[in-house]
């Protein structure tokens, strides 16, 4: 965890991590419905965020994989006659409740109150709980999904501009 003293150095900062630490190894980025706008949030966040400020992509060269996929259509999520494919979701459907004490929101929604609020102890706890759930869904689907179930993408972008700033 680092500390940053405004979005565009703390972006800057996830180049040079994303840059050191991920791109050209053996890793990928994995996210829970990461990929879409409305009801997503992630990548369109980073990526929304990066162009307001007009910063450089931080995920060049790195592979990423979406799990909700693979939850959907390789998995029973059904509790009760629904079937539930959100995060928390698919997490108590297939591994238990174990995120639920150290998540203080019911609604991932809420995140976003917090966030506008400045309430940023509940928004760390919530987004670590988030990380803990979506890497133990991970390892399920790794265990018992075929390596052609991770819909690999690349996160290069096609153009990349060297006016872009970064930090």
Same mark, same amino acid.
Request: proline letters at 5%; a negative charge; aromatic letters at 10%.
């Given at each position: 965890?680092s500390?940053?003293?405004? =979005?565009?150095?703390?972006?800057?900062?996830?180049?040079e991590?994303?840059?050191?630490?991920?791109?050209?190894?053996?890793?990928?980025?994995?996210?829970?419905?990461?990929?879409?706008?409305?009801?997503?949030?992630?990548?369109?966040?980073?990526?929304?965020?990066?162009?307001?400020?007009?910063?450089?992509?931080?995920?060049d060269?790195?592979?990423?994989?979406?799990?909700?996929?693979?939850?959907?259509?390789?998995?029973?999520?059904?509790?009760?006659?629904?079937?539930v494919?959100?995060?928390?979701?698919?997490?108590?459907?297939?591994i238990?409740?174990?995120?639920?004490?150290?998540?203080?929101?019911? =609604?991932?929604?809420?995140?976003?109150?917090?966030f506008?609020r400045?309430?940023?102890?509940?928004?760390?706890?919530?987004?670590i709980?988030?990380?803990?759930?979506?890497?133990?869904?991970?390892?399920?689907?790794?265990?018992?999904?075929?390596?052609?179930?991770?819909?690999?993408?690349?996160?290069?972008?096609?153009l990349?501009?060297?006016?872009?700033?970064?930090?």
């Amino acid at each position: 965890m680092s500390c940053h003293r405004n =979005e565009r150095k703390l972006l800057a900062a996830v180049a040079e991590f994303v840059a050191e630490s991920i791109a050209d190894d053996d890793y990928m980025l994995v996210a829970y419905n990461g990929e879409l706008y409305r009801g997503g949030f992630d990548l369109p966040f980073l990526r929304t965020r990066c162009a307001l400020l007009d910063c450089r992509w931080p995920f060049d060269g790195v592979p990423y994989a979406d799990l909700l996929p693979i939850f959907r259509a390789r998995f029973n999520t059904t509790v009760g006659e629904e079937q539930v494919n959100d995060l928390v979701g698919a997490y108590k459907a297939l591994i238990g409740d174990g995120m639920t004490a150290l998540d203080p929101f019911e =609604e991932s929604l809420e995140a976003v109150t917090a966030f506008e609020r400045g309430e940023f102890r509940p928004l760390l706890a919530h987004n670590i709980a988030d990380i803990l759930r979506t890497d133990a869904l991970a390892g399920l689907a790794q265990r018992y999904c075929g390596t052609s179930e991770f819909d690999l993408k690349s996160l290069t972008p096609t153009l990349r501009d060297p006016a872009l700033t970064d930090g």
